[in-house]
Each structure stands twice: as structure tokens, then as C-alpha cells.
């Protein structure tokens, strides 16, 4: 079965990581380059254990725009980040694995990414992947 394994992060986040000033301390280059030295060796993990299917990061909030409702039959576009989420979806990792608990566990190592900051709050969510809708549980 196929997981999708979501990534999330902040603004602030991304604001940290490129080294702009926000209320904490940038990261500094070596602490980038060492989540992305760690990340790319997660992957490649998975690529040799054949699990791998598919990832992306994806950009910052501020270049997101939100679709919702119609006003007067025109549909109402917001330009990101959203004052209300604090967290937004930053990437995500396709597998392809025997069980969701081996998906939970493939996951669960992203925590161990190197980090120069406190990661207590920091989380990622596994879901399965719907093949079709015969496949969907309430």
C-alpha cells in the first residue's frame, strides 16, 4: 500500500531557514545543509529499500494562494500565509510499504533530523493513499 508522509513547518520556519530575521535566531548555513545532508540520506534509505515512490518540498506559505467560496459567483482568492494557520503542509514523501506501521516507522525517523532549533512541537503525519473510492473507510 502506498502513505503519504506529510511534512509541516511555518512561515517563520521557512523565514529561519533562509536566513531572514524573525524573533529567533537564523539557522545558520551549516545547520541547513546538515537537515538537507540528513533528509537526502532518508531518502536515499528508502530508494534502496525499494519503498521510495515520490517527494517534494514545497514552497513557502507566502507563495500560496487559497481558493474558497464564491462572492457574487466569482470564486475568492487569498494570497498566503494565512494568519489563522500557524502550520502548513512544507513537503511530503510517497512510500510504498508492507504495513502503516512500517510507514509510521519510516516516518517517525524524520525526527531525528538535525535541527538548531527546540523540535518539541514539530510534526508529520502519515496517511494512507486511496487506489480508489472502493478503498474509502469512514
Not at 524573525?22 to 525499494?50: C, F, I, R
Not at 506559505?61 to 459567483?73: A, D, E, K, M, S
Request: charged share 25%; net charge negative; aromatic share 8%.
Amino acid at each position: 500500500m502506498k502513505y503519504m508522509i506529510m511534512l509541516y513547518a511555518s512561515q517563520q520556519d521557512y523565514d529561519l531557514m533562509t536566513g531572514k530575521p524573525t524573533d529567533k535566531p537564523a539557522w545558520a548555513p551549516e545547520d541547513v545543509a546538515a537537515m538537507h545532508a540528513y533528509m537526502a540520506s532518508w531518502n536515499q534509505e528508502l530508494v534502496d529499500s525499494g519503498e521510495f515512490v515520490d517527494a517534494r518540498g514545497l514552497a513557502a506559505p507566502v507563495h500560496t494562494r487559497r481558493i474558497h467560496g464564491l462572492q457574487n459567483g466569482v470564486p475568492v482568492v487569498t494570497d498566503g500565509p494565512y494568519p489563522e494557520t500557524q502550520e502548513v503542509l512544507a513537503g511530503y514523501t510517497i512510500v510504498e510499504c508492507e504495513s502503516f506501521d512500517r510507514a509510521t516507522e519510516i516516518a517517525a525517523r524524520i525526527t531525528k533530523s538535525p535541527s538548531p532549533g527546540d523540535v518539541s512541537e514539530a510534526f508529520v503525519d502519515v496517511r494512507p493513499i486511496l487506489e480508489g473510492i472502493d478503498d474509502l473507510e469512514v
